[in-house]
């Protein structure tokens, strides 16, 4: 029994390797440092930092404001509500990367391991992930919590809610993926589309069941009582909290519960033998032809389907392209008042000084649209297979011209998402969005011309 479970952990291991593996960045830390490497570290630490500043901020504001309305007890509820839905969003992602479009066990299923074994894996590399994501937002409210108590036992309530909030989200969806699997492999297709409708169902079925649950607000019922009803983030929470200390930390033997019982539920659904098919509904063990399509068309849908299903290119990646522009607006809400925001909306719409406006929004994309990960990483993964991009009967530098594409399609969304903060917060005039847009769209292809030709 213990030589399996080593197995399984050494799959779970494996496949965190080759699903997680942030542009090889172990093996970076295995050579010596470069100044390229120093300064993206630099600033990558940076920016971890300035999140964190502002997240430490607004938790303090929240705690202060819920103090002062007598509603202290709401944000430890508030707080792990809000991770378990941060999890729900983020485990989906991963379970239909990992589940559905992972090419790894395609290749795992030629080794000696049973298919509930490297399911196992899976669903402990998806654990692992919600794990680091989790310490990384509930360390800072332990932290304000127990400042502002002053108890311990704050301490042990999120040590404990933290080695079971993964399992309790995790679970459940990845039993369901393993059932939707199930029925794709009896089907023989549908694989990707009975996953993501059953998730759909799931959540759907939840939000209802809660709703109906909880009913509607009456004289006997005030506000604070549904939403404190509503907004349970477990199961049996409110007994949980009404724990001893001791009981709190007993229950992280869950955590063993969950692996277990998901190695045996996964084992009993899926039995000794799993297989994929293709769209034909043969045994899929080739790679995906793409010969049907254009050149051009078929080394964009690579690109496309490279990048969004690697969960690294897609964080990296859209890291700068979607969370800095919501940087801008976090800053001002933080820092500022509500009068100077309103100053500075006024100042917007104002004639005078509509064109200085359109400056600044145009530099600000032009600062975001310059940290383009999308398009270094696109670049820079072909190195350790170099040896493929020679063989692709497509000239280098036409595939460099669809990399240029598909990095600037990506930008152009964030150019968009940037387009509409500065309208929705900044209140900017629809010309003004499309003399920005205009813009900061030359501004990307020229910049990206300029590097491949570079």
Same mark, same amino acid.
């Given at each position: 029994m213990m030589y399996r479970w080593n197995k399984v952990f050494q799959l779970s291991k494996t496949i965190s390797k080759i699903n997680f593996s942030f542009l090889n960045f172990r093996y970076k830390l295995k050579e010596r440092p470069d100044p390229c490497f120093i300064v993206l570290t630099c600033f990558v630490l940076s920016i971890i930092g300035v999140f964190y500043y502002y997240y430490f901020r607004l938790l303090g504001q929240l705690y202060d404001g819920l103090s002062e309305l007598g509603l202290g007890a709401l944000f430890c509820r508030l707080a792990l509500f809000a991770v378990a839905m941060i999890l729900s969003i983020v485990s989906v992602f991963l379970l239909i990367n990992i589940f559905c479009f992972s090419r790894d066990i395609e290749y795992l299923l030629l080794f000696p391991v049973r298919p509930c074994d490297i399911f196992t894996g899976k669903y402990i590399a998806v654990i692992v992930f919600c794990y680091v994501i989790e310490i990384l937002l509930l360390l800072p409210v332990c932290i304000i919590q127990t400042q502002y108590i002053g108890d311990i036992s704050a301490i042990i309530t999120y040590i404990s809610a933290?080695?079971? %909030?993964?399992? &309790?989200?995790?679970?459940?969806?990845?039993?369901?993926?393993?059932?939707?699997?199930?029925?794709?492999?009896?089907l023989k297709r549908m694989r990707t589309v009975l996953v993501v409708a059953g998730i759909i169902v799931y959540f759907a079925g939840g939000v209802i069941c809660g709703l109906l649950s909880n009913g509607q607000i009456?004289?006997? @019922?005030?506000?604070?009582?549904?939403?404190?009803?509503?907004?349970?983030?477990?199961?049996?929470?409110? @007994?949980?909290?009404?724990?001893?200390?001791?009981?709190?930390? %007993?229950?992280?033997?869950?955590?063993?519960?969950?692996?277990?019982?998901?190695?045996?539920?996964?084992?009993f659904v899926i039995g000794k033998k799993y297989a994929i098919y293709d769209k034909e509904g043969r045994i899929r063990l080739t790679a995906m032809k793409y010969n049907l399509l254009s050149k051009l068309r078929s080394y964009f849908k690579k690109e496309y389907q490279t990048f969004f299903r690697n969960p690294v290119y897609v964080i990296n990646g859209l890291f700068g392209i979607f969370i800095t522009p919501f940087l801008l607006p976090l800053s001002f809400r933080i820092s500022a008042t509500a009068e100077s925001i309103a100053q500075i909306r006024a100042l917007v719409s104002a004639p005078e000084f509509s064109f200085y406006a359109v400056l600044f929004a145009i530099a600000v994309i032009a600062l975001t649209s310059a940290i383009n990960v999308v398009a270094?990483?696109?670049?820079?993964?072909?190195?350790?297979?170099?040896?493929?991009?020679?063989?692709?009967?497509?000239? &280098?530098? @036409? @595939?460099?011209?669809?990399?240029? &594409?598909?990095?600037?399609?990506?930008?152009m969304m964030g150019i968009i998402m940037n387009c509409l903060i500065f309208k929705v917060y900044f209140h900017y005039g629809l010309i003004q969005i499309g003399v920005i847009a205009l813009v900061g769209i030359l501004f990307v292809v020229v910049k990206l011309f300029c590097n491949t030709c570079g």
């Open positions: 933290a080695a079971i %909030l993964p399992h &309790l989200v995790v679970f459940p969806l990845a039993v369901l993926v393993t059932i939707c699997l199930k029925f794709a492999m009896l009456d004289e006997k @019922q005030d506000l604070l009582n549904w939403v404190n009803d509503f907004i349970i983030p477990f199961p049996f929470y409110n @007994q949980y909290i009404g724990f001893h200390p001791v009981l709190k930390l %007993l229950c992280i033997i869950l955590v063993a519960v969950f692996i277990g019982g998901y190695y045996y539920l996964s084992y270094s990483s696109s670049f820079s993964r072909e190195g350790a297979s170099f040896w493929i991009v020679k063989i692709i009967p497509y000239s &280098l530098m @036409q @595939q460099a011209f669809v990399k240029a &594409l598909f990095s600037t399609s990506i930008s």
